[in-house]
């Protein structure tokens, strides 16, 4: 069973920085689009990036600009650098397929806050 596995959240300033990492088991991962989703309190769960098993990137205009999504196959790794960090930001971060084929990790809390 294919398991996601995300790290690299926590608490940081408005303008800050963040590096995230999903690391995944499985020998398919590297022919998957691989994606960042991130759930606010209260709102639904969204993809904020996305990135093709060739390198091929798409963000959410929220993020666009800010945010580098990226991976490494033969690690089987998928990163999200999230820079210029907002209080709109904060959420839980997932990474998972596009679309959706693994079951959630635990994803990894990202809250932005002075």
């Known amino acids: 069973q294919v398991q996601l596995v995300e790290s690299g959240g926590g608490l940081v300033q408005p303008g800050g920085s963040l590096r995230l990492s999903c690391a995944a088991s499985?020998?398919?991962?590297?022919?998957?689009?691989m994606g960042w989703y991130r759930q606010a309190p209260g709102k639904q769960r969204e993809l904020a990036a996305g990135?093709?098993?060739?390198?091929?990137?798409n963000y959410a205009d929220s993020v666009k600009g800010r945010f580098t999504i990226s991976r490494d196959n033969a690690k089987n790794t998928v990163y999200l650098q999230m820079n210029s960090l907002k209080p709109e930001d904060t959420a839980v971060y997932y990474c998972?397929?596009?679309?959706?084929?693994?079951?959630w990790g635990q994803g990894t809390q990202v809250t932005v806050s002075s």
């Open positions: 990135i093709t098993s060739t390198g091929s990137t």
């Open positions: 998972n397929t596009i679309p959706t084929q693994m079951h």
């Open positions: 499985g020998s398919m991962f590297s022919i998957n689009i």
